[in-house]
């Protein structure tokens, strides 16, 4: 052994073919399906907004067609018929709602489901979390009004606009339609899905709080405390506010838990002494 060998002090060895291959691979897999989190967010919120207008559409083509109908009667109408008009009403808003929610629970799923695998850069995991997203949301989003309108008539005073009793039962609706659409989104990008349906629920219910409080001060005239709400603009106001902050909860709880993961497998560089 010469002097220049015995002092050369110790490197690390240069990985192998195949270590070098496999370490290629995983760097260009990680950097094609992990987005920054301005792209996840910007995908997310965009996908929320899109629904919310999408869903406002389908609402506002069927709405005059689902009004209640208008009792006719030549005089002061009997107990029946009073009976029947209020029956008619309840099962027109609550036909109404089930549309409402129906669809922008179908939209949610689907938009959110597609920007899940767009920001992981999968077609395949998108297309999953959009049908998945899809038919849950739009079967959910149906049945639960049939669920919370009843509690929502057993209480309701129609002398008073009751803001809490709004809170709960709207709060209700959106909990399942922002849950379902979070959930899509963790399937489509492949974050822990129970974590991303907790952020879409939380943000929703969010949504809801902020749009029945903007309603009161702003506009005390559109009954938005009532599940349909009297002008379009404060249907559209409330599909907004629903579906972007469960967009962003869902975005906010993929992004910690892809932090998290990446933070445990982060480890140190191997040498080699010899």
Known sequence: ??????????????????????????????????????????????????????????????????RPRLLSTGGIPTVDEARESANGIRAAVALQSSLAIGSLGAALGLALGLAGGAARRSARSGMIGAIFGTILGGVAGALIPQVLLPLYFRFYDPDRDDLLLAIVIQGGLGAVVGAVGGASFGIGNRSPVARALLGGLLGAVAGVVIYEVVGALAFPLDQTTKPISATAGTRLLGRIMVASLAAAGAAKSAGAARIEQGGGKMSAPRTRVG
């Not at 010469?2 to 290629?24: I, K, M, Q, Y």
């Open 1 to 66: 052994m010469t002097s220049n060998e015995s002092d050369s002090p110790p490197g690390p060895v240069p990985p192998g073919p195949g270590e070098s291959a496999a370490a290629s691979f995983l760097e260009t897999t990680a950097g094609r399906r992990d987005a920054p989190p301005i792209r996840v967010w910007a995908l997310a919120l965009t996908a929320g907004l899109v629904a919310a207008f999408a869903s406002w559409l389908i609402g506002e083509a069927f709405h005059d067609r689902l």
